[in-house]
Antibody
């Protein structure tokens, strides 16, 4: 059974940094691209970033490019999102998602972790 | 403002049929497969339809998807009160080089 579990959310001041983690199990981690998708309170889904199974290719939304870095550790079966220079508009629930084989959709999602950026 | 356009809300009575549209452009829906997600309040999204019209294991055949040119449709028949949720379409955008979602549609089963 595929399981994804995010951690690391919390309250951060504007301009601060935080790293989210997503522990994966139930599938061959290195075979699949992984992504982060966020959802601001009362808003829709917002794709943030995707990393290929090998980790060699990464993609970012313009809204986070240069501030956020996605990475993965195959030995730990863990996905990461390093977030720097945080802004109030980054406040959201952050979901870790597994991409399907063609990397065109998100077939499994974690329960999410809440990030609040506020002074 | 979302790249993909969905109606904010739709409603229908139990047992009836409802469709949710998702409109995009040639570089997203027109060029890539569409997926649909169901989300209940306070929970993570769940994949409902992938590759335009395929259902993951466990998804009832009351849910179906289709795509023509730059328009995708989610069709739900035999509506149940338990179908009340938010529904999102998604695809890859070849211009933005990233995934895009619709703004979401709230389904109310009257």
């Amino acid at each position: 059974e595929v399981q994804l579990l995010e951690s690391g959310g919390g309250l951060v001041e504007p301009g601060g940094s935080l790293r989210l983690s997503c522990a994966a199990s139930g599938f061959t981690f290195s075979h699949y691209a992984m992504s982060w998708v966020r959802q601001a309170p009362g808003k829709g889904l917002d794709w943030i970033s995707t990393i290929s199974g090998s980790g060699r290719s990464t993609y970012y939304a313009d809204s986070v490019k240069g501030r956020f870095t996605i990475s993965r550790d195959t030995s730990k079966k863990t996905l990461y999102l390093q977030m720097n220079n945080l802004r109030a508009e980054d406040t959201a629930v952050y979901y870790c998602a597994k991409n399907d084989e063609r990397e065109l959709c998100f077939d499994y999602w974690g329960p999410g972790t809440l990030l609040t950026v506020s002074s | 403002q979302s790249v993909l356009t969905q109606p904010p809300s739709v409603s229908a009575a139990p047992g009836q049929r409802v469709t949710i549209s998702c409109s995009g452009g040639s570089l997203n829906i027109g060029n890539n497969d569409v997926s649909w997600y169901q989300q209940f309040p306070g929970t993570a999204p769940k994949l409902l339809i992938y590759d335009n019209n395929k259902r993951p294991s466990g998804i009832p055949d009351r849910f179906s998807g289709s795509k023509s040119a730059t328009l995708a449709i989610l069709d739900i028949t035999g509506l149940q009160t338990g179908d009340e949720a938010d529904y999102y379409c998604g695809t890859w955008d070849s211009s933005l080089i990233g995934a895009v979602f619709g703004g979401g549609t709230k389904l109310t089963v009257l």
